[in-house]
């Protein structure tokens, strides 16, 4: 089982940049695919990025491609996501989740995930 807590959420003006964080306990934080999810009043949550256990294989949603960066640091039991270029539609509720079955063609779906951290507001005033 693996915990997740998120952070560097906040309030930036358009065009601005944001790096979150999400800290991951337990020993096998290596052994899991990990994404990026976000949620805006109303809408159902949206997949944004995915990365690979070894951090070697990346993908993106198309809204968010070029913009964001989602990396990984195993030793650190940490994955970012750097949004750089926000835009007002980026504001929601970000969401680090994990996917003990690693790589798959649906790492785009939320209900493959297995863990959820609680939550991130970004807000992006125009």
């Known amino acids: 089982q693996v915990q997740l807590v998120e952070s560097g959420g906040g309030l930036v003006q358009a065009g601005g940049s944001l790096r979150l964080s999400c800290a991951a306990s337990?020993?096998?934080?290596?052994?899991?695919?990990m994404g990026w999810f976000r949620q805006a009043p109303g809408k159902e949550r949206e997949f944004v990025a995915a990365?690979?256990?070894?951090?070697?294989?990346?993908y993106y949603a198309d809204s968010v491609k070029g913009r964001f960066t989602i990396s990984r640091d195993n030793t650190k039991n940490t994955v970012y996501l750097q949004m750089n270029s926000l835009k007002p539609q980026d504001t929601a509720v970000y969401y680090c989740?994990?996917?003990?079955?690693?790589?798959?063609?649906?790492?785009?779906?939320?209900?493959?995930?297995?863990?959820w951290g609680q939550g991130t507001q970004v807000t992006v005033s125009s």
């Open positions: 990365i690979s256990r070894s951090g070697g294989r990346t």
């Open positions: 989740a994990a996917d003990q079955t690693g790589w798959s063609t649906h790492l785009t779906s939320w209900n493959e995930y297995d863990y």
């Open positions: 337990g020993r096998t934080f290596s052994s899991y695919a």
